[in-house]
């Protein structure tokens, strides 16, 4: 599988892992570095974080890795403004900081992106640009890169963002949270970037739709109640069926539900059963081969287990097994376009991470081949379109520990929120005060699993 064409585009925030370029900084430059990553990442904000980074890049007392890895950062948010400062900023790197190799190397490979019109074909390096940011809950990239589908809940339709005008539009009516509730769920697109398939809830009623890219002629092509309506993941590259994941109440099954990975005529609604998973409910993400001879879905491992496998069912119910498993959670799997092999996502060496599979004939070849690592711990994969850009949609999000003071008659706030939790976790919580008052106890979760035995707890005092 040659990924020389193969680039990554980002719907929410890219988190870039420098490597081993991370010595020991003087902590008042670290904490604003940190500051800078928040901003960057977590809230969007590329001015400020330039500005912040600059700081860091300017304070002679840091460390000249802290000060480059700042100055790198700076060409990568003037890169995802779309501003001619990126190019400078990746010059001013390699020329002030040349002793900085590791990180020299990745500025100059930027340049070189840069000023070769970004064609991301002239490099092996998998090029990451930020498309949206903030976005909205994203689902799914249309196959000609053009269009995202996305849900605003406060609104309560289901809309599409033109990404090459920046236009947005909503394509369902009739949203509302009053009783009986109607709103937008799951999306996938047509293959010719055309229709769009969707899922629609009405108070205990569900339904499968389809519509315009305009949200014209809209039909409903499926309709049941609760949760039995097909959940759509993938529509085949002949227009004819939509791979979905159906969940049936069945007493006689085991944990009282029997999931089914079904195809859905687009004429009628009529279903066809690829495979029946007894006792084990189906996971959300599924694909069809470009030659519609194979799909490949995520499995628990087991009924009370929350980890998945990537298996592989022939659509003509001659073959059904796994072709990625792994004790780790392995899931969402996409095929390429060219139906050489899938890209997956794994947590298998602590952090997710971006992973390719050759496949022949239904069976995998070689092993797994990692061709990004830490693409964020909440991120997922949302299409790959014809010219082979894979999207993918990754939100970031902070939880911290405050000490305020509070008036508990009127419940009003009598100091400003003093944060006592560590920037270097983004994940903070669960306070306790100790009996006599002196002291505060809270848990810090680290975004990566402790080789894969499970995640590893730190208790702050």
């Known amino acids: 599988m040659k990924t020389s064409s193969f680039s990554m585009l980002l719907v929410l925030i890219v988190v870039l892992i420098i490597g081993n370029c991370a010595p020991a900084f003087s902590q008042g430059s670290e904490k604003l570095f940190q500051k800078g990553l928040v901003k960057e990442e977590g809230e969007g ?69 840069l000023e070769s019109g970004n064609n991301a074909a002239s490099s092996d390096e998998l090029i990451i640009r930020q498309v949206w940011a903030p976005a909205e809950d994203v689902y799914a990239v249309s196959p000609d890169g053009r269009y995202l589908t996305y849900i605003d809940w406060d609104a309560i339709y289901l809309g599409v963002k033109d990404l090459k005008t920046g ?65 759509p993941v993938a529509w085949t590259s002949d227009g004819k069926n939509i791979l979905a994941l159906q969940t049936i109440v069945e007493e006689s099954s085991p944990n009282g539900i029997t999931g089914q990975v079904v195809m859905v005529a687009v004429d009628d609604g009529s279903i066809h059963v690829l495979n029946t998973l007894k006792g084990v409910e ?44 792994d004790p780790a959670d392995e899931k969402n799997a996409l095929w390429m376009p060219d139906g050489s092999g899938i890209i ?4 298998r060496m602590g952090t997710k991470d971006l992973w390719s599979l050759q496949i022949d004939a239904g069976k995998p070849v070689g092993e797994p081949e990692r061709l990004k690592s830490n693409i964020g711990a909440k991120t997922k994969l949302i299409g790959i379109t014809e010219k082979e850009s894979l999207f993918y949609i990754s939100s970031y999000a902070r939880t ?62």
């Open 167 to 231: 236009k947005t539009w909503s394509v369902t009516k009739g949203g509302t949270w009053k009783s009986p509730s109607q709103f937008p769920d799951a999306s996938i697109w047509s293959p010719d970037s055309k229709q769009i398939a969707y899922y629609w809830f009405i108070g205990d009623t569900t339904e499968l739709r389809i519509t315009n890219l305009d949200g014209s002629e809209m039909r409903v092509v499926y309709k049941g109640k609760d949760d039995d309506t097909p959940w």
């Open 344 to 347: 997956f996502v794994s947590d």
């Open 45 to 113: 904000a590329l001015q400020e974080a330039i500005d912040i980074y600059n700081q860091v890049v300017e304070d002679e007392s840091a460390e000249r890795s802290l000060r480059a890895k700042a100055l790198l950062h700076v060409g990568y948010c003037y890169e995802k403004l779309g501003q001619e400062k990126a190019k400078n900023t990746y010059e001013k790197l390699i020329t002030d900081f040349a002793d900085q190799e590791e990180i020299v190397a990745i500025g100059r490979k930027k340049l070189l992106y």
């Open 400 to 461: 911290d520990v405050f000490i305020t003071k509070l008036d508990f008659v009127s419940g009003g706030i009598l100091s400003e929120a003093k944060k006592i939790s560590n920037l270097k976790s983004d994940r903070n919580g669960k306070p306790i005060w100790s009996p006599d008052g002196r002291y505060m106890a809270y848990v810090v979760l680290p975004s990566y699993r402790s080789n894969n035995m499970g995640w590893k707890y730190e208790f702050i005092i």
């Open 282 to 325: 189906s996971a959300c993400c599924g694909d069809v081969s470009p030659d519609m001879q194979y799909v490949v879905y995520s499995k628990r491992q087991t009924k009370d287990s929350e980890n998945n496998d990537v298996y592989l069912t022939a659509t003509d119910g001659s073959y059904e097994g796994w072709v990625v498993t």
